[in-house]
């Protein structure tokens, strides 16, 4: 089987690839060329602000040799108004949905021109690196000397090749060839190497993949990798790697959000959280840099089960709290990277976003955004609580061990305890204070024949901590936001990640800490600032026009049917700050 580099030797493969790169080139040169900074009033990343007052800071690491695209300069003014996801809501209307079906090129082909060797994918599909840490301003407090540890990070669905042959119907558009596991692996991991990040998350990672492939080879990368499985029968998972040369490992906590006889958290999914140490060049304190939260998931699909998907997200953001906490009730920086199922507009990702989403009443398929079902006669409403108080997670999507109660004085029974006294004796009795009337409150009755014989009461030998419970709220006090506005200013289109059933949309994600700017919340939307944690570049995204030039996702370039997501952070080095 060919890799990308003999696409000249297996010309059936690559006939929609030759006849149309020349297009492709057409379409990508309408993106502005020019690399300076141009003034567009568009936020650099999701409504993350700046305060004017200082200078960019200065880098340890130095930057690699990428391809560079300047990041948009905007006034503080603008920044209230929310342009990049507000024009991504109105033109999703108009854009997402084709008025006419698109006939995929690779159902006309009769005959093939070849394609010259070694095109990897990333000169044909123009994806920019926009470098943003030239910002016109930046937080007061911080020195224009100020060091910074960097580093990338990747988050990727591969697409497991199991899921391929199990949902043939969804690549017709593919030449058979370009499915194949053998060519596919090569491309997935040119694309990796190309790009260099120091932390991987992968998701839809087969697990013989992992182990006799993947892990070997990114061990040989430098990688020390962490791998969690699907329960039950799935036979993919998720994957996180680092560099050991970047970070050390604090901390690995797999999550399974299988919960046996709970509807709520029936399904089959996980996740990973690993808390990592930057390392430092000799020389420097290893303690003058934060530790490190990295999160990774891969969250239910079905876009009727928005309930399901809350509910996952809420333990996975209960494992963040409890990893990335401080002993003095702070956090540490947070990467949240993932395929959420959800689109940007979506209460999921508001929820993510503004740290809480009032849900009693709402319909379970709204939590996504992926599909709208609103002209069905029955759809399933989420009711208050979400998941049972034994679940042992807060409506602050925190554990109970890790939460006080509201009353320290509060009396606190476990269930089990509790469940005693279902059938109860004293029922049967008539009150002592109750008034007699004959025939009325005299009689005492019999006690029904079903009820279990009365078993000796137990002291609790468990009491479990007390776990208020809000009226359909959830919350969470993270401080996350998007690396990506998911909208394309230059094209005036949505940027999407996947494209199923030639459709582009957005489902993946890399959320980091921010803080939040005070007084700055516009139509319940937070405004977010840089904190220790800085956002200094980011692989640009593409349209969905473009990927439908080439013939959607998976292509002959890109070998998965999602695109990948970098990112490049900068953590305070604080022991270097001047003064």
Known sequence: MTSLSDLNSAPEVTQYAGEHLTELHALASLEPQDHTVTELAELPTEETVAVAGSAPSAAVVPQRDHQTASCAAVSVELQNEDPAVLAWSLVCDEEMVPKEPYAWPIQDMVQCSSLPTEVPYHEVLWRDWEDLSAKPCELEQVSKNTPLFEFRVMSYNILAQDLVEQSLDLYLHCHPNILNWNYRLPNLLQEIQHWDPDVLCLQEVQENHYWEQLEPTFKGMGFTCFYKRRTGKKTDGCAVCYKHSRFQLISFSPIEYFRPGLDILNRDNVGLVLLLQPVLPEGLDPKAVSPLCVANTHVLFNPRR??????????????????????????????????????????????????????????????????????????????????????????????????????????????????????????????????????????????PPHWPKPAAMVKDPDPQPFVPRSSGIIQHGLNLTSVYSHFLPQRGRPEVTTMPMGLGTTVDYIFYSAEPVENRNRGGRRLYQDGALKLLGRLSLLSEDVLLMANGLPNPFCSSDHLCLLASFGLEIASLREG
């Open 306 to 447: 928005g309930d399901i998907k809350l509910a996952q997200m809420a333990l996975l953001l209960a494992e963040i709290d409890k990893i990335a906490k401080t002993t003095e009730g702070s956090y540490y920086p947070v990467i949240l990277c993932g395929d959420l199922n959800s689109v940007p507009d979506s209460p999921l990702y508001k929820f993510i976003r503004n740290g809480e989403l009032s849900y009693h009443g709402m319909p379970a398929w709204k939590v996504s955004g992926q599909e709208d079902f609103s002209q069905q006669s029955y759809s399933r409403r989420m009711l208050a609580p979400l998941w049972p108080s034994s679940l042992g997670v807060t409506d602050n999507c925190q554990y109970v061990t890790f939460c006080q109660p509201k009353k320290q004085d509060r009396r606190k029974y476990s269930r089990d305890f509790l469940l005693q006294f279902h059938y109860c004796d004293l029922a049967c009795e008539r009150p002592a204070h109750l008034v007699l009337l004959e025939g009325v409150t005299d009689a005492k009755p019999d006690r």
